[in-house]
């Protein structure tokens, strides 16, 4: 079966959306501001930025993120909760979002690391998917 809808929510519902396609495979990423976000590793899938339908954003807040390595990043989050659901390089053809926000079962897999220069000191990378020193340059993303 193709997985061509996929819903999701921050944990107090105050900020829903679906996509309307596929999503790409999640990155893990280990650089340092994903880990002050998200409290650790963030978990990405990706949508294309027209797939992507906010059905409920009245406590979508976004952050201007200055010291990602992306410019022009900006961070959404649910300004009730406190929920980290996307990162949207603006600009760019897709809006990546973040795995646990997915009500399940998402289909997804992991696609692999990025940004490990910057991984903390307090973990391990224990699988074999690919990884990347920073950026996979979409490498990692098949489709
Ligand atoms: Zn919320
Ligand atoms: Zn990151």
Redesign the pocket.
Known sequence: MDVALHRGRCLCGAVRYQVVGRLRDVLF???A???RVHGHV?AYASAKREELVLLEDHALTWYRSES?ETPGVHRGFCRVCGSSLF?DPRGQDHVYVSAGTLDPPTGLHGAGH??TSQAGDYYDICDDLPQADGSSGGRFLVR
């Open positions: 990423c280990h650089c501001n994903c880990r963030s990602d990162w990025v940004w």
